[in-house]
């Protein structure tokens, strides 16, 4: 079966400071979306990637989608505390009807 | 539009109980999921549906679980019997996706379930 890892597992940064997060796959898939879950609440989209090797920015977020169709990118630039929580990859295949949710990347923001 | 309903939000039940988390998904949109999430084993699909249909269930752990989907409006996952290693947050979500492609998934806010 596929694999889908993220990384870094979590992460502890100051506030204010530039974040990269990535997802890699086995499988090769055509669209990647990112996903926020704050604590106590249902994920959120952030955004949405759906042609390899594009970048698509959403405020202070970034990603990127590889060229290899098998990995993603996840940037924020200047986090502030509000960033806090777990953020998702969730590939699907072209007719979406295999999609799957990564483990994970759990950002903590210190004051 | 109100979003994603669930209900209960918070669920403590004895083992051996049946357990019935409800639904109530966007309107208008045509798919939804049914997740579990736990320290272990992260984000997990279990079910969904799309204008009412189960369309994948590979994901429901065994036949302790079930789920229905009588109305476009409702949905139900039922667990009976329950056993502790079913305490998670199960979280339902809707799409309005038209069936071919799953866009968009909105999330409710999730239903804390603890069997003693």
């Not at chain 2, 669930?6 to 004895?14: D, F, G, I, L, W």
């Not at chain 2, 339902?92 to 038209?98: K, N, Q």
Request: proline share 7%; hydrophobic share 35%; charged share 15%.
């Amino acid at each position: 079966g596929q694999q889908l890892n993220q990384s870094p597992q979590s992460m502890f940064i100051q506030e204010g400071e530039d974040v990269s997060m990535n997802c890699t796959s086995s499988s090769i898939f055509n669209t990647w979306l990112w996903y926020k879950q704050d604590p106590g609440e249902g994920p959120v989209l952030l955004i949405a990637l759906y042609k390899a090797g594009e970048l698509t920015s959403n405020g202070r977020l970034t990603a990127q989608f590889g060229i290899t169709r098998k990995d993603s990118f996840l940037n924020i630039s200047a986090s502030i505390p509000s960033d806090v929580g777990i953020y998702f990859c969730a590939p699907s295949d072209n007719y979406g009807q295999n999609f799957v949710f990564g483990p994970g990347t759990r950002l903590s923001v210190l004051p | 539009d109100a979003g994603v309903i669930q209900s209960p939000r918070h669920e403590v039940t004895e083992m051996g109980q049946e357990v019935t988390l409800r639904c109530k998904p966007i309107s208008g949109h045509n798919s939804l999921f049914w997740y579990r999430q736990t320290m272990m084993r992260g984000l997990e699909l279990l079910i969904y549906f799309n204008n009412n249909v189960p369309i994948d269930d590979s994901g429901m752990p065994e036949d302790r679980f079930s789920a229905k989907m009588p109305n476009a409006s409702f949905s139900t996952l039922k667990i009976q019997p329950s056993e502790p290693r079913d305490s998670a947050v199960y979280f339902c979500a809707s799409s309005p996706g038209s069936g071919a492609v799953i866009e968009t998934q909105y999330f409710g806010p999730g239903t804390r379930l603890l069997v003693l």
